[in-house]
């Protein structure tokens, strides 16, 4: 079956380091690749995604690029700060199957000052 | 636009009770999903509506739980003869073919079954 796979957390860094998080796929057909943030308090947001292979997906500083040869669709980010702290989903959709999610267990980021 | 919304925002209820949720999505999205987040999970799909049809219900959507969305608008969830395992925090989404079906989360509705 579908499904996502993500490095476990907590991760813990310090305000300006190199942020990775790690995510791995298993589909069947193509789908398109997501992360989702969750804000401490705060709904699931739609951070950056990716519909097609070798795209790469932007937002606020993070990038993720869409490995159709590795199955993968690491995070990154070259400096982190305070306020990136927050719960990391690495998600895959099929648009043609309803457009439903498949969610990662979800990476806990805390990045201390 | 306001966003999705969820009501309530919280439940405690003992276990062998009736619980509903309702979910209001943006307005116009003709798509509504539900999920459910267990603690340290990710969400998992539970059904979802293309206007007022249910067009696909999860495994995990047992016979206690029903979804209708009767006008193609707003949502409700119920949960019959809760049980501790229902514990948990139930999401909303909505999405059109006007965002390319981004599907926007609500805040969700945290259930706690004693």
């Known amino acids: 079956g579908n499904s996502v796979t993500q490095m476990e957390g907590p991760v813990t860094l310090s305000e300006e380091a190199f942020l990775t998080i790690n995510c791995t796929y298993t589909?069947?057909?193509?789908?398109?690749l997501f992360w989702y943030v969750q804000y401490p308090g705060e709904g699931l947001q739609l951070l950056l995604k990716a519909t097609k292979a070798d795209d790469k997906g932007s937002n606020k500083g993070f990038e993720a690029t869409y490995r159709k040869e590795t199955t993968s669709f690491h995070l990154e980010k070259g400096s982190v700060q305070v306020s990136d702290s927050a719960v990391y989903f690495c998600?895959?959709?099929?648009?043609?199957?309803?457009?439903?999610?498949?969610f990662g267990q979800g990476t806990e980021l805390s990045v201390k000052p | 636009d306001t966003g999705v919304s969820q009501n309530p925002r919280h439940k405690i209820t003992k276990r062998g009770q009736n619980v509903t949720f309702r979910c209001d999505p943006i307005?116009?999205?003709?798509?509504l999903y539900w999920y459910r987040q267990t603690l340290g999970q990710g969400p998992e799909f539970l059904t979802y509506?293309?206007?007022?049809?249910?067009?696909?219900k999860s495994r995990l959507l047992s016979d206690r739980f029903s979804a209708e969305r009767p006008k193609g608008s707003f949502s409700t969830l119920e949960i019959q003869r809760t049980e501790q395992g229902d514990s948990a925090m139930y999401l909303c989404?909505?999405?059109?073919?006007?965002?390319?079906?981004?599907?926007?989360f609500g805040p969700g509705t945290r259930l706690t079954v004693t």
């Open positions: 307005s116009e999205h003709n798509r």
């Open positions: 998600v895959l959709n099929f648009y043609n199957q309803g457009g439903k999610l498949i």
């Open positions: 509506f293309q206007n007022e049809a249910q067009l696909e």
């Open positions: 989404a909505s999405s059109s073919s006007r965002t390319s079906y981004e599907q926007y």
């Open positions: 589909a069947t057909g193509y789908p398109s």
